[in-house]
């Protein structure tokens, strides 16, 4: 009798498990298929990290934070949300960060597609079933893609954003501390993002037609109030001069340039858009869509930050611009206009195999193989998901290269890497060698840095290979070559 009431209490638990999936087959349908599609790269990368930002600055950013090197302002502008998952995993299973990274980065994705399953559920009204195919088109989408290819931080205070705003504004301290929970942690999971809660909840407050319990407000405003101490601690960093009207002059042409690269971004969805500008929930768009404009727009003005986070505010465009797509995808069977000769039908499908093909081939081709339409703003959109900041074929290569550095560089030896090498080099050598950083200049523009080294070496392409032609380590000799990288020596 004793052996049997574990297998009953098994069986229990197996059949209220299954009746649990069953019940939420759609949600977790929503979380798989994103999960799925960015898996891909990351199974043909092999151990191998994808993503430019993933490489070059989380991964670094995180060693810093896991070895005491950064102090606390330096962790709140981060921001420290995603990194509160990685370290504890890191901490937990003593794994590489590269693997982890790209463990994250299908999760992600994932959580991404069920925060916009729940909130077009919740907040737009759908039901599962459209919810779950607004997942499917929005996920395919080569701008939602892009964002989950390295802007970790983005996407995770987007999902978090979304979850936060599939509810109504609340009346019930409960539900309202709910929802300013999440966009508290919205605001320190991304610092645009956390532009698009300030704007989204001084709006939703300064409207009219919304009812507020007075002792409520402070509860609402205080993901605004953490926005402004983010700002301050980015002050404090090598990064505040920068929010400054200091350096470049007004550049009209950088404002040109998104512009242009917004409208290669949508122009194929304004069909759809303009049949389903009429969602009866549109007006939840209105704050966010603004925030991105203003902030598109102040690309023009002077300063290092404006100008070089402008493309981005094209980016944060795509989730609502996406969903009013799929609003209208889903009213073409029902229009008068093409229901006649059943051209909503034939739409609908060209529509499904044109977006399913184009995903699939994004993230599968390399990016000497890439399909054009993704070479044309190579500054803002990788021409692969499976590139990071080298292209794949280079990954054995810069790891070699790497291991070669770090059995050669002694005490008074010095490796220079440029911001695309610089990650692999935090990565893949010993924490007790020197790294300079020269960020995107050539690794002979900082040689002053390095006075009182006695070797300096730096890796690159050979010449008239790889990226960044303009930044070859000029009075440099080669030491030994892997591949089409090789191991510099100023001296």
Same mark, same amino acid.
């Given at each position: ?28 349908? /929503? ?5 799925? !599609? ?15 930002? !993933? ?11 896991? =070895?005491?090197? +950064? ?10 949300? +995603? ?32 925060? !916009? ?58 539900? /309202? ?6 966009? &508290? ?27 507020? =319990? ?45 512009? *242009? ?6 122009? #194929?969805?304004? %069909? ?38 402008? $493309?981005?505010?094209?980016?944060? #465009? ?7 797509? $799929? ?24 529509? !499904? ?8 081939? $994004? ?5 000497? *193989? ?20 080298? %292209? *794949? ?8 290269? +790497? ?23 935090? *990565? ?42 303009? &930044? ?20």
């Amino acid at each position: 009798m004793t052996d049997r009431i574990p297998t009953l209490s098994v069986g229990t638990f197996a059949l209220r498990f299954i009746e649990l999936i069953r019940r939420h087959r759609l949600a977790l349908a /929503a979380f798989l298929v994103p999960l799925s !599609i960015r898996i891909i790269p990351e199974i043909l990368s092999g151990p191998y990290p994808v993503g430019w930002d !993933i490489i070059a600055y989380y991964i670094p950013n995180t060693i810093d934070m896991a =070895s005491g090197n +950064m102090n606390p302002w330096g962790i709140i502008t981060s921001p420290p949300v +995603m990194y509160a998952i990685v370290l504890p995993a890191y901490l937990f299973t003593k794994t590489n960060f590269v693997l982890i990274f790209k463990v994250l980065g299908p999760i992600l994705y994932g959580f991404l597609g069920w925060s !916009i399953f729940s909130f077009c559920q919740r907040r737009l009204h759908w039901s599962s079933n459209k919810a779950l195919y607004a997942v499917l088109f929005i996920s395919a989408y080569f701008v939602t893609l892009r964002i989950a290819w390295d802007a970790y931080q983005a996407e995770l205070g987007l999902a978090l954003f979304l979850l936060a705003e599939s509810t109504q504004v609340v009346s019930s301290v409960k539900s /309202a501390s709910v929802r300013v929970f999440l966009l &508290s942690l919205a605001v320190l999971s991304n610092q645009l993002v956390g532009v698009l809660v300030v704007g989204t909840q001084l709006w939703t407050l300064l409207r009219p037609s919304t009812n507020h =319990s007075p002792r409520l407000i402070p509860l609402q405003l205080s993901p605004v109030a953490l926005f402004l101490l983010i700002l301050y601690a980015t002050m404090q960093t090598p990064l505040g001069p920068g929010l400054s009207f200091v350096g470049p002059l007004a550049n009209l042409s950088i404002l040109t340039t998104n512009l *242009s690269f917004l409208f290669y971004a949508y122009i #194929l969805l304004v %069909p759809l858009v303009m049949l389903g500008i009429k969602l009866r929930e549109r007006s939840v768009f209105t704050p966010w869509m603004i925030a991105c404009v203003i902030g598109l727009a102040l690309s023009e003005m002077p300063g290092h930050l404006f100008q070089d986070i402008g $493309y981005r505010w094209v980016l944060l #465009l795509s989730l609502p611009l996406l969903i009013l797509a $799929y609003e209208g995808y889903s009213r073409l069977r029902a229009s008068s206009t093409f229901r006649a000769r059943n051209l909503g039908v034939v739409l609908r499908a060209i529509l !499904i195999v044109s977006l399913s093909s184009s995903a699939i081939l $994004y993230a599968v081709l390399p990016a000497q *193989s890439a399909l054009p339409f993704y070479t044309m703003f190579p500054q803002y959109v990788p021409s692969s998901m499976v590139q990071s900041s080298l %292209p *794949s074929s280079d990954y054995p290569n810069v790891v070699n290269a +790497m291991l070669w550095v770090d059995s050669h560089l002694s005490s008074d030896s010095v490796l220079i890497t440029q911001q695309a090498f610089y990650g692999w080099a935090r *990565s893949y050598l010993s924490p007790d060698k020197q790294v300079v950083n020269s960020l995107l200049a050539p690794p002979n523009s900082v040689i002053g840095e390095t006075g009182s080294y006695t070797h300096v070496f730096t890796i690159w392409w050979v010449s008239g290979k790889g990226w960044f032609q303009s &930044s070859f380590p000029i009075g440099a000799r080669p030491l030994v070559t892997f591949g089409d990288l090789a191991v510099y020596e100023f001296r």
